[in-house]
């Protein structure tokens, strides 16, 4: 009887809901890594595990500061928003964010076996709840409050 390969099991199930709760981001991450398990690429998943992270934030970046770059956002306007309360709100949630993101990074970082949770979590949050897949990282910071864990 042939050995069932149960990462590979876990992956398709895992795209399987990104299909299901039309999360992109998830299904062609889970369709990219078992490629490489498909492909025999192995050696590329100490690489990604150790830079993935960083370089999934340098893209994200990248994507925020665009409409800066384009022109489509001035520098007037970015000193417009210490001028009123929604932006100067807007700031603080920026900050926190940021915070619960760094502190998210390090959990993931440090224990990564909640990482499965919190997808799971965030897959089920944009199924059932009508959420965004942006969560895993702050999720991983506000469980990090919780647990009280870095």
């Known amino acids: 009887m042939p050995q069932i390969d149960v990462s590979a099991l876990i992956l398709l199930l895992f795209a399987a809901l990104g299909v299901i709760s039309h999360n992109s981001s998830v299904t062609i991450a889970m369709v990219f890594l078992l490629l490489l398990r498909a ?3 192995h050696q590329a998943f100490p690489w990604l595990e150790k830079n993935g992270l960083t370089l999934g934030i340098i893209i994200l970046t990248i994507g925020i ?3 800066l770059a384009s022109g489509r956002v001035s520098v007037q306007e970015i000193g417009q928003s210490f001028l009123h309360w929604k932006s100067l709100l807007a700031v603080g949630i920026g900050i926190l964010v940021a915070y619960l993101g760094g502190r998210g990074a390090s959990l ?8 499965t949770g919190l997808l799971i979590g965030t897959i089920l949050g944009v199924a059932f709840f009508r959420g965004v897949p942006v969560g895993p990282l702050i999720a991983a910071g506000l469980l990090s409050l ?3 864990r870095t």
């Open 65 to 67: 500061m665009t409409p």
């Open 39 to 41: 492909a025999g690429l």
């Open 146 to 148: 919780l647990i009280g």
């Open 108 to 115: 993931m970082s440090s224990q990564p076996t909640v990482t």
